[in-house]
């Protein structure tokens, strides 16, 4: 490595960052039993979902599980808003005034099996997506990344400047923890690795569009 000259020491700082919340849930065991035999009930009454999307192999239901009356739905459902609207108080400007916002869900589940998986893809006309993860299955321990979530970096060729183990590193992998919410830009580019092992993998993805319903003066 080139000797380090003195006096070159700006802070770093990051442009142009990808957004990106992680929330594990704690109290969810008995929730994820009630959420996983619902699913697994809609799936037996309703094999054909909402047909082939993403998924490779697998069932995805159709997409208005939001809509669902059962109290396993509803209590998802608050925990969606709650992070939507977490995140929204992070990033509006704070400048005194009350803004308020609706939310406009689309919500299904996702059922893999043994080699299920889901290609690269984005979630279009959405603004945020979201992962709730119910069920891990039983995975193979010895398949890496195996029903592993992979988030892709939207810059193109960034790993072109980088050398290994820094913190630009840009695959970003996401374990399916039952309990765990996560939120992303529907934008970012994604996909889940083929699941590996017996059982059954299942998680709920959401879209939200936000809708101010007081909007901000010109
Ligand atoms: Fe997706």
Redesign the pocket.
């Known amino acids: 490595m080139a000797e380090q000259q003195s006096g070159a020491q700006g802070a770093l700082s990051m442009l142009f960052g990808t957004p990106f919340m992680s929330w594990q849930w704690p109290d969810s065991d008995e929730l994820n039993r009630e959420l996983t035999g619902l699913i697994l009930e809609r799936e037996a009454s309703d094999p054909q979902g909402r047909g082939i999307r993403?998924n490779a192999g697998g069932w995805q239901s159709r997409g208005n599980l939001i809509t669902w009356s059962e109290p396993c739905i509803q209590a998802l459902k608050e925990r969606y808003e709650a992070m939507v609207f977490n995140l929204l108080g992070q990033i509006v400007r704070k400048d005194g005034s009350e803004r308020r916002f609706q939310l406009l869900t689309d919500a299904w589940a996702n059922v893999c099996r043994r080699g299920d998986y889901?290609v690269v893809?984005t979630?279009p006309n959405a603004m945020w997506?979201l992962v709730y993860y119910v069920s891990a299955g039983e995975p193979d321990p010895s398949v890496r990344y195996g029903g592993a979530l992979e988030l892709l970096d939207p810059r193109e060729s960034a790993n072109y400047i980088q050398v290994q183990h820094t913190i630009l590193d840009a695959r970003s992998f996401i374990e399916n923890i039952p309990g765990r919410m996560i939120l992303f830009p529907s934008w970012v580019k994604?996909m889940v690795h083929p699941f590996v092992g017996d059982g059954v993998r299942i998680s709920i993805?959401a879209n939200v569009n936000v809708v101010e319903t007081n909007p901000v003066k010109p």
């Open positions: 993403s889901n893809h979630h997506s994604h993805a």
